[in-house]
Structures are given as structure tokens and as C-alpha cells.
């Protein structure tokens, strides 16, 4: 808990609430920063089609990110228009795209009805939650250094604004090849936090393939999926994977490292792409 007690700032994304309890032993009345989570409806031509739980911060990153993650957009510029609406019960993201990925998203609905940003609860039949990704080649792909993963780990907290002031949000980041944070946003899910990366990337023309993203969570298999549909080779996670996580991984030819711990890190899939005299090592 980051508790307030002199001066206050504004930070984005986060709520000023008063807390009350004991630290030390010692009871304390303050005003804390608390993170945004309010429902999200995200609306495709003026048709609802999935309501999140999310940090309202950087929604058009979101909106473009998860459109594209789910495969209903192929690319950034069937995105016509994002326009986000808030109101009492939260905020609807209205976005106009292409007659092409209206078509796809219509094809989608039923898979999605009742999807929520951490499960797949409105799936009905289990050909739906693995769908076809796209295969990086393993040689078509840079390779990293153990010491290039470690140091974009510890870079992270640094720039994690809105969990230093609430520390209740996730994180994900692109890095350059050498272990540079490039493009970091945050939000309350971890899902949410690698759509809006992805989105911001394919609003800025970056070449994910070039480097690789980092995550302050476990790697659940969505994680991989949004990581492969993005065109990254490799998905660092500070926690573990799953084992769905790690078999995703290797059908996409993403490289899957787990429990990023300074120099320490495991390798679940496709090692040939880490340089290390380890890349079996686990912790």
C-alpha cells in the first residue's frame, strides 16, 4: 500500500480513496490511491459484441489490440474510427471497421458470447479455443541473449507508473533485442495489458518480430496466442506458464521462457532462439 499523506498528485487511471487500518500496530487514516476497474463494452458498427473489465487508460490501444489479437481485424487499417463513451455504468468503445472484418467478427460471435477479459466462458465447443495461429519460422526470427531478457524484466518497475501508485495493476512490454523497454502499458488484467501493447505497436508500425514481449504475470495460453498473433518470437513471463500455455507455444514457434528472475530464467519452448549455455535451466 503506497499511502498518501502530503502533497496529492494526479495519477491517471486511479482513484483517491480514503483506507483505514493498522500498520506496525499502529492504526492510520489516510487517502490511497486506488486502480480503475469499470466495465468496457467494446461495439463493432454499432453492435455489441464483448464487455471487458478493464483500466480505462489508452482504450483505443485496447480496442485495435484486442481486434486484432482475436483475429477480427488482419490488420491495423480495417480500423476506421475508435470513438470511447463513458457513461455511469462504465465506458462503450465504439469502433467502425471494414465490411471484410464485420464479416469475420459475425463469424466469431457465438465463440465469444459471454468471453470476459480473464477465461473463455462463453466458448461452446473446444475447436474454438485453439484456433489457427500464425508459425514463426525458427529461422525467420532474432535471437536473444539471456542477460537481454533479465534486464527488460528489471526495467519494468521503473516505468510502471500506475502499479507504483496502486499496486494492483499488470503490465506488458516491448523490447528491443538488446533488453530496452520500447512500448509498456498497464491495466488491472494481464490480458488487457498485452492487447493494449499489441494495439500500440500496430499503431506505431513497429516490427514486433525484431524483439520480444515481457510480462508481469503467469503466461496463460491466451497470453502466447495475443503474443503470436502480434508477430513476437518470444514471450518472457516474471511467473510460471501453463501447460496449455507451453503447447500453444510450441504449435505457434513461439519461444516461451518462465520465472525471469535477474540472470535466472526457464526455457518451455523453442530454446533455439535464447542464446544460453543453459536454456534448459527452470530457476
Known sequence: MNLVTDAVQFCEGAQLLPVRGVRGGRPFDVQDWVAEEVPVALEYNGISHAVMLATPLDLEDFALGFSLSEGILEAAHELYSVEAEPSALGVTVHLQVSSAA????????????????????????????????????????????????GRAMSQLPSQQTLQEATGAVHAAAWCSAEGEVMWLREDVGRHNALDKLVGALAANDVDASTGFIAVTSRASFEMVQKAAMAGAPLLAAVSAPTSFAVATAQRAGLTLVGFVRQQDLGVYSHPQRLRTADPQRVR
Do not use: H, N, W, Y
Not at 466458448?123 to 495461429?133: A, D, I, K, M, P
Open 102 to 149: 464485420f464479416a469475420r467478427l459475425k463469424l466469431r460471435r457465438r465463440s465469444m458470447a459471454g468471453r470476459t477479459g480473464c477465461g473463455l466462458c462463453g466458448t461452446e465447443s473446444l475447436t474454438q479455443v485453439s484456433r489457427e495461429l500464425p508459425v514463426l519460422r525458427s529461422d525467420a526470427a532474432a535471437q536473444f541473449d539471456r542477460e537481454a531478457i
